[in-house]
Structure formats: C-alpha cells, structure tokens
Nanobody, 127 residues
Framework: QLQLVESGGGLVQPGGSLRLSCTGS????????VAWFRQAPGKEREGISC????????KYADFVQGRFTISRDNTKNTAYLQMNSLKSEDTAVYYC????????????????????WGQGAQVTVSS
C-alpha cells in the first residue's frame, strides 16, 4: 500500500513562499499521479493542482492564478507544491493524494477519485 507524508508547512507572512513536499513509501510514488488539496476551517476540501506520473501533464485550479507550481522528482519519490505570493486566504491544511491505479491520470479534483492520502500539513499565512 502507498503511504504519503507531507512536510514543509508552517507560518509565513503574506506575500511569502513555502514549498510543500509529499513523499511516498510502501509503493513507489513514481508510478502514481499526485494531486494537492487543501481544506480551510469550515470549508470543503478543494483541489489545487495535479501532476501525472511522468510529469508531462499538470493542471491547476483557477484560484492558483500562477502563484503555485507542482513538480516531482521521481528519483526521490517525492512531489512538491511551490507556493509563492501567499495570501491569508491560503491558510489551510494541505494534503497530497494519489489515485488507486498506478499511471492513471484523470486531472480530477474530486476527492473521491483519490485512494491514498497524507496526514496533512498546516499552512498559516499571517502577519
């Protein structure tokens, strides 16, 4: 079974940057598409970005507006979410997720399309 662990969250001032990492274990993450989601208090979990196993397909939610970049290093079994120009409304718990089927890429932001989830990383944007 694939296990996912997020890291890199923390407190940052508005306009600052953070890079989240999602490291896989169990199965090799290199064979899976990866998506990033976030959930703010009192709100539903929303999709941010996703990337195919072979890096050649990516998708972003409209609200990202060029501020975030998804990437992966398959030699390190890790996917990343670089977040720049952070705003207070970006405050949330951030999750990475992978679908059940290796090499399957749907470009979906539906939580039900993802089988494996990390425990989440808190990102707080505040002055």
């Amino acid at each position: 079974q694939l296990q996912l662990v997020e890291s890199g969250g923390g407190l940052v001032q508005p306009g600052g940057s953070l890079r989240l990492s999602c490291t896989g274990s169990g199965y090799s993450l290199r064979y899976y598409a990866v998506a990033w989601f976030r959930q703010a208090p009192g709100k539903e979990r929303e999709g941010i970005s996703c990337i195919g196993a072979r890096e050649n397909r990516t998708k972003y939610a409209d609200f990202v507006q060029g501020r975030f970049t998804i990437s992966r290093d398959n030699t390190k079994n890790t996917a990343y979410l670089q977040m720049n120009s952070l705003k207070s409304e970006d405050t949330a718990v951030y999750y990475c997720a992978a679908p059940r089927t290796p090499l399957y890429y749907s470009g979906s932001f539906r939580t039900t399309d993802y089988e494996y989830w990390g425990q989440g990383a808190q990102v707080t944007v505040s002055s």
